[in-house]
């Protein structure tokens, strides 16, 4: 399967650098398998789309402040990191810019008066071995919030707030679960006056979220493994609304490829525990656990692209994002939504 099947036309200013003005008012374009048609309308409305007794699914995952800056020893130029998964109180595993020159033995000065050196290669991380123990109070002090890289800007105070979903709880990721950026507390309430259960899973956004696809086939590209944890009252109420017929509504991919990670066919039921996934989902794939699916306008080319082809079709999926271009949406973790029903 070709990659460059997935991919399509899109203008550079169509990709948000902003979050909208105000969070739950993006704009939402409904696709609707069975009919085959799209509707535009806004996040504001989505009950109007949602069924009650549904059940909808939130990743909890907050973003932590993992982009540092650092001063090179020998040098004195600056050096960004992106911390992306902590093996000891003083040990992280890192990417960093022009990493083919972050050598172990390479020393670095951070803030707060802690020194790092690179202690080896495990590409594309390099392992830093910290003078001090690195925790999250001190990247809330000296860290940055991780933009991802088509955001052209440095990031900003206001960023703190929207680039976390209000429900955000257990910190680890480095990117956010974007699909729910859209959610107010107005609007989560709104929802559950319908009669739509909300449930959480945890899934740690690595970097994979940022990384392109560069095989020629998607069959060749591996995942980024990252971390995902199903409390037992996420799996009851999963297991439940499968035995009785109702819908299962993903926010986000993050949330589709944890419950699929962890279906138990034979229980009728995500297993509950911490577990890790590398699942690529991609058409072909048969859906297990997930119904129906809230998400963002996803990059071209991309793994999140083939995701949301696998649950509706590649030609379905890009006429929509054709049909999303030429309405001038906004694309990507500050753009605008669609439902696939």
């Known amino acids: 399967m070709k990659t460059s099947d997935f991919s399509f036309e899109l203008p550079e200013e169509l990709i948000a650098q902003e ?3 105000r969070r739950g008012t993006s ?7 069975a009919t085959d048609t799209r509707t535009h309308a806004s996040v504001a ?3 109007d789309f949602i069924a009650p007794g549904s059940v909808m699914v939130f990743n909890n995952s907050r973003v ?6 650092a001063e090179a020893t020998d040098s004195g130029r600056e050096q960004e990191f992106l911390l992306v998964r902590k093996r000891s109180a003083d040990r992280w595993l890192a990417i960093g810019r022009q990493s083919r020159k972050l050598k172990p033995g390479r020393r670095f000065r951070f803030p707060g008066g802690v020194t790092g050196e ?8 390099r392992e830093i071995a910290f003078s001090a123990p690195i925790d999250n109070s001190w990247l809330d002090r000296f860290g940055h919030m991780p933009l991802p890289p088509y955001i052209h800007r440095s990031d900003t105070s206001a960023d703190a707030e929207r680039y976390q979903t209000v429900y955000s709880r257990a910190v680890g990721s480095v990117a956010a679960p974007t699909a729910g950026l859209h959610f107010t507390p107005d609007l989560l309430e709104t929802l559950q006056r319908h009669g739509v259960t909300t449930c959480f899973v945890t899934l740690h956004v690595g970097i994979g979220t940022f990384l392109p696809v560069r095989t020629d086939t998607l069959e060749e590209h591996r995942m980024h493994e990252e971390e995902y944890h199903v409390s037992p009252s996420t799996a009851r109420i999963i297991a439940t609304a499968r035995a009785t017929g109702r819908p299962v509504v993903a ?3 993050t949330v589709v490829r944890t419950l699929e990670s962890s279906w138990d066919a034979e229980q009728g039921a995500p297993r509950a525990g911490h577990h890790a996934t590398d699942m690529f989902i991609y058409p ?3 859906f297990q656990a ?9 990059t071209p080319g991309s793994t999140l692209v083939a995701l949301v082809s696998a649950f509706a079709g590649r030609e379905r999926i890009l006429e929509t994002y054709r049909e999303a271009v030429e309405h001038r949406y906004r694309f990507f973790s500050y753009g605008d939504a669609m439902l696939i029903r």
């Open 284 to 286: 072909g794939y048969e």
């Open 118 to 125: 690179i202690s080896s290669v495990e590409d594309p991380y």
């Open 19 to 21: 979050p909208s003005q």
């Open 64 to 69: 932590r402040k993992a982009r540092v800056y």
């Open 27 to 33: 704009r939402l374009l409904v696709l609707d398998r």
């Open 290 to 298: 997930v119904d129906q699916l809230f998400t963002n306008f996803h």
């Open 45 to 47: 409305d989505i009950r």
């Open 251 to 253: 926010v986000g991919t």
